[in-house]
């Protein structure tokens, strides 16, 4: 479905000034539920990354959640299959949740960046990441915004430099940020937004680590997620 969507409008590339533009705002449905805007997110145009993803990656979760799990794009598998975190990360990230003593009924999982970023290996077919890059992740913002102004949550949780980049800004540096419940940054220019922000490591910083790291790497994040956790409570 998502593959045809793709098809469709890559006829009409060409004829698309807008391509370029970097924003995401103009495909973003005004007063949608989460289903629309997971259905407009198939046509987003907002930069030139859905050139080379097999489909747009929406959030995945129940739209009253209290908890939001922000990470930094799909990987291979979630392109493939539609949805977030369904990889090893996200084996690692529902580990660690349940852990942690969070609900995962009460979460949503999404991504800053909705459309996988990468690039060939030289040989064969594998798919390598590459890190979405300031205009990539400012592009992709208004359907962040969109679906956190719908859920309204408690405690979000930015996994990585991406996703804290995507709420705070370029400044933003989970090392020296993490663990500590933050406030909610403004999400649309405007007040501060309500509830909490708690930021740790990306779980695919624990799959890439040294054998004689990962542990205290993975103890990291369960530690930083039961911060949320008593938030929640």
Same mark, same amino acid.
């Given at each position: 479905m998502a593959r045809q969507h793709k098809d469709r409008d890559e006829d009409h590339d060409e004829a698309r000034p807008d391509d370029e533009a970097y924003d995401a705002g103009p495909y973003v449905p005004r007063g949608a539920g989460l289903d629309a =805007?997971?259905? $407009? +997110?198939?046509?987003?145009?907002?930069?030139?990354?859905?050139?080379? $993803?097999?489909?747009s990656v929406f959030g995945s979760g129940d739209a009253s959640a209290? #908890?939001? =799990?922000?990470?930094?794009?799909?990987? !291979?598998?979630?392109?493939r299959k539609g949805l977030p975190f369904v990889g090893p990360a996200g084996g690692v990230l529902m580990r660690a949740v349940d852990e942690a003593g969070i609900d995962p009924t009460e979460?949503?999982?999404?991504?800053? *960046?909705?459309?996988?970023?990468?690039?060939? +290996?030289?040989?064969?077919? %594998?798919?390598?990441?590459?890190?979405?890059?300031?205009r990539e992740i400012g592009a992709c913002k208004p359907w962040l915004v969109a679906e956190l102004q719908l859920i309204d949550p408690e405690v979000v949780v930015a996994l990585g430099a991406t996703a804290g980049k995507a709420l705070y800004g370029s400044s933003f540096r989970v090392?020296?940020?993490?663990?500590?419940?933050?406030?909610?940054? $403004? =999400? !649309?220019?405007?007040? +501060?937004?309500?509830? *909490? #922000?708690?930021?740790?490591i990306h779980p695919s910083a624990v799959l890439r680590a040294d054998d004689?790291?990962?542990?205290?790497?993975?103890?990291?994040?369960?530690? !930083?997620?039961?911060?949320? +956790?008593?938030?929640? %409570?």
């Open positions: =805007l997971r259905e $407009a +997110a198939h046509g987003c145009r907002g930069c030139p990354l859905h050139r080379d $993803a097999t489909q209290r #908890l939001v =799990l922000v990470g930094e794009q799909p990987g !291979d598998q979630e392109d979460t949503y999982v999404t991504n800053a *960046v909705k459309h996988f970023k990468f690039e060939p +290996a030289p040989r064969g077919k %594998r798919r390598i990441h590459k890190t979405p890059g300031l090392s020296q940020q993490r663990g500590m419940a933050l406030p909610m940054p $403004a =999400l !649309d220019g405007g007040a +501060a937004g309500e509830g *909490v #922000l708690v930021a740790t004689a790291d990962r542990a205290a790497m993975y103890a990291g994040l369960v530690a !930083d997620l039961r911060v949320a +956790a008593r938030l929640l %409570r």
